[in-house]
């Protein structure tokens, strides 16, 4: 039976994401910062938490580079703008915090480096789901802009935008899988309808027509057209004031200080009209601003870009019941459709005059089309948007598992056999279909050939049909002419190369070893042999280490059928003595290791070398095998205490700590295997824990809480990525399942017998 601690822990912490009260990570500005999206991110957490107030949620708040703003409680980290080390560190801190979720509040502006890149330092080294509100979708983004959202895209479970227009944007510009998009509208407050001349008497402002803007002050706001429509409205209703509210923006003030602002007081004085406006030349707190907003009668937004960006006042103004006249951008366009607002052209203060002119002159029109806006707000307030963001949550963090196999109870094997034909095992699927375009390579087969050696006699006939067809695969891969293996042959039975990769090579010597050992009949134990014998030479001049070692643990096999075989000892010293050398070169503080890098496979380094140890009496390679083997578990176990592989992002980055995605199972096969040759080796159970963590894994003891494999088919899917599991299901990850479980079924059984 599996560890039961191990199990049980594996099991506990998945079942985490799927608790009705999760662990959410809300980055994003926050509050008291002065920015839109600070704001929005703070009412996210007031909405949810009112809500749902079982919600755990820590906010890491992005701060600018001067790093002086005091943020408090509900803040937990804080990230500082363009502060790399500022960005892992939060990383670490998510993943510390075993937070469920990560969600995202994307504006390019927001995180420094190019087009924002920085926060990519942090999204590669978190596991936890990705939700992203994207506040900017760019129509025409230039390289840096694509390529940092279609990273994000890439890594996010779903994408939260405020308009159609941003979704067509998110799945036509940047590829996104519609099925990752979710429009959620802008969350606004909800308060009574119609209380006007109140918040006027409030704010000095009774008998006035007001008519009002907000908004950090820039040029691209559109405000010269509307002063350049005050005279006329003016003359027609001389009590018109026009409030602009908003402080100047601060990369404005700080190129230029008020120079933007002074032109649009002169405007205004050469218009005469400096008497019908008011300045409110400061950062309004929420309350503050919509109970301003409650005072207007005409809200307007003249932005001059059709492509400006999701406005979070606009959709205040909707919901507070404002009649609003507008220029046609995106977000504008769909908010007030069906009467809710009226639109005039960009830069147009005629059109203005005209259209607010006009609302002014009909009582009754105006009032009508702001109940109008005031009902469709309804749909808006953040109650609402509460409930759609935690159902979005609960279905990001649904979780899928799938019970443990009965180690007893081989895995169904049709899963397996869908992928082979006559010739062998094609290397992958679309789904679950095989893909007969990339055909067949030795690497699979020779795992194949593998498997079918340790299947039970109740897999015939299967068994014996499928262990010719392996092994005349490997056979057929050897190359008499330069005598090396090739890998790779096309679907039409022609070999693609005169001879495959190292590893291709080191991987056919292994299952020769081990059919020479473990073949199901004398005579396929026979040929393993020969073939081996014969094979073995071009072993000699491997600079791989994962080569050296999968040729070393195929020598341990051919040594249990052939202790006096010379080659395979020589094979193992020598390839033992290299991987030492290797360990005394890469060995630094910390970095328990054989080479500077983590790469795939990994955990087959230290088992060749404790293999190598208990054969050839050599204590030494056995201590530095377990040493390694305990530094690169140790690693692969998340905070949560689940299973996490090395990912694929992770090779090749010197002296890194591994990157959690892609996570394949290939290397939950190798780190049960390496646990079972440091249990032979030592006798210590803590190896048992180590390879049921790692066996969990298949069946939702993992970061994204889902079964990579079917017990019943006995298939396996390709894998974990940022968004979830890669639903092909190849012959390398079938066949690591099918031999995980072989491999954890034998060494529970010797515990057992122990």
């Known amino acids: ?43 996210i957490h ?30 937990r980290g804080v990230i500082v703008e363009n502060d790399k080390d500022s960005f892992i560190a939060a990383a670490r801190q998510i993943e510390s915090s075993h937070a469920d979720l990560v969600w995202l509040q994307h504006e390019f502006g927001l995180f420094g480096g190019y087009a924002g890149d920085q926060i990519l330092e942090l999204l590669d080294r978190v596991a936890a789901p990705l939700i992203v509100t994207l506040h900017t979708v760019m129509p025409d983004p230039d390289a840096d802009q694509r390529r940092v959202i279609e990273r994000i895209i890439a890594r996010a479970s779903k994408l939260i935008v405020m308009s159609d227009r941003a979704a067509i944007l998110l799945r036509d510009i940047y590829g996104a899988d519609p099925d990752q998009i979710e429009i959620i509208p802008h969350g606004v407050p909800d308060r009574p309808f119609g209380r006007s001349d109140q918040f006027k008497a409030e704010h000095d402002l009774s008998g006035r027509k007001v008519i009002m803007t907000f908004g950090l002050l820039s040029p691209g706001k559109g405000i010269e057209a509307m002063i350049g429509a005050l005279p006329a409205i003016a003359s027609a209703h001389p009590e018109t004031l026009y409030c602009i509210v908003g402080a100047t923006h601060p990369n404005l003030v700080a190129r230029e200080g008020e120079a933007y602002r002074d032109s649009l007081r002169k405007l205004a004085s050469d218009l005469g009209v400096e008497d019908n406006i008011r300045w409110i030349d400061s950062f309004l707190e929420t309350e503050d601003l919509l109970d301003l907003i409650e005072a207007a009668d005409i809200y307007v937004t003249p932005y001059l870009g059709a492509n400006q960006a999701t406005s979070g006042t606009l959709s205040y103004a909707v919901a507070l019941g404002k009649a609003v006249v507008s220029t046609p951008y995106a977000h504008a366009v769909e908010l007030l459709a069906d009467d809710r607002g009226v639109f005039v052209p960009f830069g147009d ?30 749909d808006m307030i953040w109650p609402a948007f509460a409930a759609r963001c935690h159902d979005l949550v609960s279905q990001v963090l649904q979780p899928h598992f799938s019970p443990f196999a009965d180690l007893a109870q081989s ?97 056919a010597l292994w299952a020769l070893g081990a059919t020479s050992h473990q073949g199901i009949t004398p005579s396929l134990r026979r040929w393993a042999q020969c073939l081996f014998d014969r094979t073995i030479g071009s072993a000699a001049d491997f600079g791989s280490p994962r080569a050296t070692a999968f040729a070393m643990l195929g020598a341990d096999y051919r040594l249990d059928a052939d202790r006096m075989n010379e080659a395979a000892r020589s094979v193992l010293e020598k390839g ?106 030592t006798r210590d159970r803590q190896w048992l824990s180590h390879a049921s963590r790692a066996y969990a894994w298949f069946f939702g003891s993992n970061d994204r809480g889902v079964a990579v494999a079917d017990p019943v088919s006995g298939s396996c899917h390709d894998g974990i990525n940022p968004r979830g599991l890669n639903m092909n299901e190849g012959a390398e990850s079938v066949l690591a399942y099918q031999l995980a479980h072989c491999s954890i079924r034998d060494l529970m059984s010797k515990a057992d017998a122990n």
């Not at 795992?447 to 039970?456: Q, S, T, Y």
């Open 1 to 43: 039976m599996l560890d039961e601690d191990a199990s049980a822990n594996g099991n506990s912490a998945a079942n985490q994401a799927a608790a009705i009260a999760p662990r959410i990570a809300l980055v994003g500005g926050y509050t008291p910062r002065r920015c839109g999206i600070a704001t929005f991110t703070a009412d």
């Open 46 to 75: 007031d909405s949810i938490r009112a809500a749902f107030p079982d919600t755990k949620i820590d906010v890491y708040a992005m701060a600018p580079v001067t790093n002086d703003i005091a943020f408090a409680s509900p803040v």
């Open 411 to 507: 895995p169904g094997l049709e899963g397996l056999l869908r992928i082979c034909d006559s010739t062998g095992i094609i290397q992958h699927s679309i789904f679950s279909v095989p893909d007969r375009a990339h055909g067949y390579c030795v690497d699979d087969n020779a795992r194949a050939l593998m498997l079918v050696n340790r299947l039970g006699p109740d897999a015939e006939p299967h068994r014996s049909r499928l262990a010719a067809v392996f092994a005349g695969f490997v056979q057929s891969a050897w190359n008499d002419d330069i005598e090396e293996f090739r890998n790779f042959m096309g679907y039409a039975r022609n070999w693609l190369e005169a001879s495959g990769s190292q590893d291709s090579c080191g991987r």
């Open 349 to 378: 203060s005629a059109a203005l005059a005209r259209e607010i002119g006009g609302l002014l002159d009909t009582p009754d029109r105006l009032h009508a089309m702001q109940k109008r806006a005031y009902d469709h707000g309804r």
């Open 576 to 681: 033992g003595e290299r991987l030492m050398t290797l360990f005394a070169s890469a060995r630094r503080d910390n970095w328990i290791w054989f080479e500077s890098v983590l790469a795939y496979d990994n955990c087959r380094l230290p088992e060749a070398l404790i293999r190598a140890g208990l054969r050839l009496d050599r204590p030494d390679f056995t201590r530095a095998g377990l040493e390694t083997l305990r530094w690169v578990l140790d690693i692969q176990i998340s905070p949560a205490g689940l299973f996490r592989p090395v990912g694929s992002e992770s090779f090749g980055r010197a002296h890194a700590l591994p990157r959690p995605f892609d996570q394949q199972p290939v290397e939950a096969w190798a780190a049960i295997d390496a646990a079972h040759a440091a249990y032979d080796a």
